[in-house]
T-cell receptor, first 119, second 111 residues
Framework: GAVVSQHPSWVICKSGTSVKIECRSL??????MFWYRQFPKQSLMLMAT?????????EQGVEKDKFLINHASLTLSTLTVTSAHPEDSSFYIC???????????????FGAGSRLTVL | DAKTTQPPSMDCAEGRAANLPCNHS???????VYWYRQIHSQGPQYIIH???NNETNEMASLIITEDRKSSTLILPHATLRDTAVYYC????????????FGQGTELSVKP
């Protein structure tokens, strides 16, 4: 089945530094990927939609200059948390949609998530 | 806002069927019902989806009422590894593929 890989699975960084998280579709091509964040005991919150070769679409309230998204190829999207602060500490999860799926009910495959801790 | 309503938590005895309800009274004709689950500290895992008809796969069964305003996910023989948060999500084919998660149901399978 479809597999989405995220790296790193966890990262600790100092306040003020930037952190990059990678999301790869391993056995399929994904024209669209989605980035979510999740705080403890809460549900997933959609941050942005990443489309290959174009600018990401951010959900309301998500700072695009803070969370830089690049989707340079059909198998890779990256999320960079710039100038990270402790309040950015969270579980970041990506998902991808197989472009080969022709039905209207495209199933998203999720990565295992990346836990960011900002000191 | 999420378009679904689920009980916040449920318990189930190991080996018994787990029936997880979901209300989606405002569902429109082109919207599918999806079920995902999230085991602690992992990414969500796809379980099943359906439009009108009942569906079954190796993981679960999905029963959708005739008026499509509610559905039930059935895990036929729950195991301890089925302990997770289960999310029922409604999405149309013209909504860009994104999934909007509600609060889900925390299922605890007990020995």
């Amino acid at each position: 089945g479809a597999v989405v890989s995220q790296h790193p699975s966890w990262v600790i960084c100092k306040s003020g530094t930037s952190v990059k998280i990678e999301c790869r579709s391993l056995d399929f091509q994904a024209t669209t990927m989605f980035w979510y964040r999740q705080f403890p005991k809460q549900s997933l919150m959609l941050m942005a939609t990443s489309n290959e070769g174009s600018k990401a679409t951010y959900e309301q309230g998500v700072e695009k200059d803070k969370f830089l998204i690049n989707h340079a190829s059909l198998t890779l999207s990256t999320l960079t948390v710039t100038s990270a602060h402790p309040e950015d500490s969270s579980f970041y999860i990506c998902s991808a949609m197989d472009r080969a799926t022709s039905s209207g009910a495209n199933v998203l495959t999720f990565g295992a998530g990346s836990r960011l801790t900002v000191l | 806002d999420a378009k679904t309503t689920q009980p916040p938590s449920m318990d189930c005895a190991e080996g018994r069927a787990a029936n997880l309800p979901c209300n989606h009274s405002t569902i429109s004709g082109n919207e599918y019902v999806y079920w995902y689950r999230q085991i602690h500290s992992q990414g969500p895992q796809y379980i099943i989806h359906g439009l009108k008809n009942n569906e079954t796969n190796e993981m679960a069964s999905l029963i959708i009422t005739e008026d499509r305003k509610s559905s039930t996910l059935i895990l036929p023989h729950a195991t301890l590894r089925d302990t997770a948060v289960y999310y029922c999500i409604v999405r149309g084919y013209n909504q860009g593929g994104k999934l909007i998660f509600g609060q889900g149901t925390e299922l605890s399978v007990k020995p």
